[in-house]
């Protein structure tokens, strides 16, 4: 059964610290992605990348970075976590073929306390 | 700026009644639209999606429509059914480009 992974359900974590959300696929897709979603804004999308070592800004990148070092893992990072990251954080990835539609992991719900 | 908007934050359907999600967007350059379902503690599930070559794809209980003079597409679902009851996104994709621009969603609520 073909999926996205991501690596926590839950996480709380303090203002300040450095997070590292981990997201694994088994579909050797080659587009990745990270959106997070808030009520009334939807699902924004992060920061992308179409490639391993390659990475691209979404709308909303401010605070974050990227890390594609192997084509099946694509982690997020928060470099100081503040409390306006408190958000769901939904990995996904495509085929990269002209198959537009993504797959999405469970999520993972982040507080920064 | 919201390109894709979805102005009906929830909307309540009798079961076996019609339900009709409503999505507008801003850029005519969209050339595929996509409508995904989430429940609560989920990741989003694809459900049906059109080319902005076609003004309605059928599947199964769900239809989805596109204006483009209107910018505007539409998702029918009927019967509406008590498992339906989720959040439901629109989402476009730039021609040429892969990544989508989601809507900010209508929690849909199916009254058994």
């Known amino acids: 059964d073909v999926k996205v992974t991501q690596s926590s359900r839950y996480l709380v974590k303090r203002t300040g610290e450095k997070v590292f959300l981990e997201c694994v696929q088994d579909m050797d897709h080659e587009n990745m992605f990270w959106y997070r979603q808030d009520p009334g804004l939807g699902l924004r999308l992060i920061y992308f990348?179409?490639?391993?070592?390659?990475?691209e800004k979404g709308d909303i990148p401010e605070g974050y970075s990227v890390s594609r070092e192997k084509k099946e893992r694509f982690s997020l990072i928060l470099e100081s976590a503040s409390t306006n990251q408190t958000s769901m954080y939904l990995c996904?990835?495509?085929?990269?073929?002209?198959?537009?539609?993504?797959?999405f992991g469970s999520g993972t719900q982040l507080s920064v306390l | 700026d919201q390109q894709v908007k979805q102005n009906s934050p929830s909307l309540s359907v009798q079961e076996g009644r019609i339900s009709i999600l409503n999505c507008d967007y801003t850029?005519?350059?969209?050339?595929?639209f996509l409508w995904y379902k989430k429940y609560p503690a989920e990741g989003p599930t694809f459900l049906i999606s059109?080319?902005?070559?076609?003004d309605k794809n059928e599947d199964g209980r769900f239809t989805v429509f596109l204006n483009k003079s209107a910018k505007h597409l539409s998702l029918h679902i009927v019967p509406s059914q008590p498992g339906d009851s989720a959040v439901y996104f629109c989402a476009a994709r730039l021609f040429g480009n892969e990544k989508l621009t989601f809507g900010t969603g209508t929690r849909l609520t199916i009254i058994p």
């Open positions: 990348s179409y490639d391993v070592k390659m990475k």
């Open positions: 850029n005519s350059m969209f050339d595929y």
């Open positions: 996904a990835s495509s085929s990269g073929t002209g198959n537009e539609k993504l797959l």
């Open positions: 059109i080319s902005s070559i076609k």
